[in-house]
């Protein structure tokens, strides 16, 4: 197949919503580098459904950021693995312009189906009691993982507009870490059953996003840390959620991560989110927050790492019933 037969094909798939988390890649890299490739993309959404007008654009946004988690004041909005593209096209006689991992992506030319959110188990971290440190969950929605602490506020961060309190990233081990095991990330995670949506939605594939705020109160110039955020989907319930963390290649059916560097201001929260594609035998979830610590390249880590103020809050998990384009909430 020829390179322009192939992006060809991978367009027509990705306007049918039948693309693929790894075809999805492949079309974006595609866009980011070839005209001919947009020029076609947005040619063929044009001929497929026509082109929306302004009030449609602003309709789809609105819809999106009432799914999406409220931004704090002044806070700053990041999207990890992002390319700084943006292009512009009529819509009504209109300039609309836009950016991101799509540049096309028929989400922005059409109209996006709406975010569908997907509650989480202590989503909003008010029961402290329900944060277990014994590393990857059995069960069901409940938060587990490294050491950790909910706080309302801590040196002198607060938590992001519309929640109440934020988790404490501690230490890269827990309470199961085996002795003398080092470790420079520290992680929060919770399993998530998708048996319900797939009553409501069937048993066809999904387009899943899951997004966090963090924020740091210090960081080590010299070493620096990283926020980031993982999906993984496979089959089996949550008792095989540890065997999907540990042996990714045998169990999982799909996964994806995406991380930022964090800042040093504390007056704003930094926005990480992901995206997959969940095949339609997956039945389960495993969403992972994390905070790691950096080093220096060529240094082997000595001890498990201590983080001195870093924190997550407003964890978000929504579903798409096609893929659709990746939005960050603007502050």
């Given at each position: 197949m020829s390179q322009k037969t192939e992006w060809k094909v991978l367009i027509a798939q990705f306007l049918d919503g039948?693309?693929?988390?790894?075809?999805?890649e492949k079309l974006e890299e595609q866009l980011q580098r070839n005209p001919g490739a947009r020029r076609h993309l947005r040619s063929m959404a044009s001929l497929e459904n026509g082109l929306r007008d302004w009030a449609g654009v602003k309709a789809a946004r609105e819809a999106w950021r009432e799914a999406a988690p409220i931004s704090p004041g002044g806070a700053r909005a990041f999207r990890s693995r992002s390319w700084p593209v943006a292009a512009a096209i009529a819509v009504g006689g209109m300039l609309v312009g836009f950016s991101g991992s799509l540049l096309f992506a028929k989400g922005l030319l059409l109209k996006d189906p709406p975010a569908i959110r997907i509650a989480l188990g202590n989503e909003g971290?008010?029961?402290?009691?329900?944060?277990?440190?014994?590393?990857v969950p059995s069960t069901y929605g409940?938060?587990?993982?490294?050491?950790?602490?909910v706080v309302p506020e801590d040196q002198g961060v607060v938590p992001p507009r519309g929640a109440k309190s934020m988790v404490r990233f501690l230490r890269a081990d827990n309470q199961n870490s085996p002795p003398g095991e080092v470790q420079g990330v520290s992680q929060l995670w919770q399993v998530v059953d998708l048996r319900p949506v797939r009553v409501?939605?069937?048993?066809?594939?999904?387009?899943?996003?899951?997004?966090?705020?963090?924020?740091?109160?210090?960081?080590?110039?010299?070493?620096?840390?990283?926020?980031?955020?993982?999906?993984?989907?496979?089959?089996?319930?949550?008792?095989?959620?540890?065997?999907?963390?540990?042996?990714?290649?045998?169990?999982?059916?799909?996964?994806?991560?995406?991380?930022?560097?964090?800042?040093?201001?504390?007056?704003?929260?930094?926005w990480v989110s992901v995206r997959i594609h969940v095949p339609a035998e997956a039945d389960s979830l495993l969403l992972s927050v994390y905070c790691g610590e950096g080093v220096s390249r060529g240094v082997k880590r000595t001890e498990t790492a201590v983080f001195p103020g870093q924190y997550v809050a407003g964890v978000r998990l929504n579903y798409f019933q096609r893929p659709v384009s990746v939005k960050t909430p603007t502050p």
């Open positions: 039948r693309i693929d988390q790894a075809a999805l971290f008010e029961k402290p009691a329900d944060l277990g440190t014994g590393g409940i938060w587990g993982g490294d050491f950790a602490e409501r939605e069937g048993r066809g594939a999904l387009m899943v996003e899951l997004g966090a705020w963090f924020n740091a109160a210090s960081v080590v110039p010299e070493k620096g840390h990283v926020f980031g955020v993982h999906l993984t989907a496979f089959q089996g319930g949550s008792k095989l959620a540890g065997e999907a963390w540990k042996s990714p290649r045998q169990t999982a059916l799909a996964s994806g991560s995406r991380h930022q560097k964090a800042d040093e201001d504390p007056a704003g929260w930094q």
